[in-house]
């Protein structure tokens, strides 16, 4: 039976299996660099995308976390990054004196989290880290610290486990590219 996905969906590059599989070792990962870190680890997820990667992060970090969510806009109405970035729902808690980790759905030019990343250090974080679902070397335009990454991907547009496109699609249980005559019409 045919899905209602089977037709925007090109090729499935990350199956349901291996993405929990690696989350769970992410989570052991960030459990181990902050073992010696006594107070919680605050991790903020970049919405909209991270939610869903972020929830089954911190179910598999053994010590005690704290959750907040920034939203925040480079792209506008385009599909490429103007590079300005801007804070649409700011943190909620503060950071001053935390260990921070980031949690980002997928890095492409570093332009956003790096600003991010600077914007942290600048309210006083004890330290900052990042963790990302998925990374894109390739289209990288500015070079940005990631300390824990679940898989390399092309240079394809991709969708599924909280990743869209025009807002549809995040609830696909893998990461699929998407098929280009759906975003380019």
Avoid: W
Wanted: aromatic residues 8%.
């Amino acid at each position: 039976m045919e899905n209602d996905f089977s037709k925007i969906v090109d090729e499935v590059l990350v199956d349901e299996e291996t993405l929990e599989k690696r989350v769970n070792e992410l989570g052991r990962d960030i459990t181990k660099c902050y073992e010696d870190v006594e107070e919680p680890v605050l991790l903020v997820g970049i919405l909209r995308g991270a939610a869903i990667f972020m929830s089954n992060l911190a179910v598999n970090i053994n010590k005690p976390v704290l959750i907040d969510f920034m939203a925040v806009s480079s792209y506008g109405q385009s599909s490429e990054s103007s590079g300005v970035v801007r804070i649409m729902k700011d943190l909620e808690e503060t950071i001053e004196g935390k260990h921070v980790l980031i949690v980002e759905d997928i890095i492409d030019t570093g332009l956003t989290l790096s600003y991010i990343r600077q914007n942290m250090i600048d309210r006083g974080a004890k330290s900052v880290r990042i963790a990302t679902l998925l990374d894109k070397p390739e289209r990288r335009k500015v070079e940005v610290p990631v300390d824990f990454v679940g898989f390399r991907i092309p240079d394809e547009f991709v969708i599924g486990y909280g990743l869209d496109y025009a807002q549809n699609y995040r609830n696909l249980p893998y990461i699929a590219s998407l098929r280009r005559e759906v975003y380019e019409k």
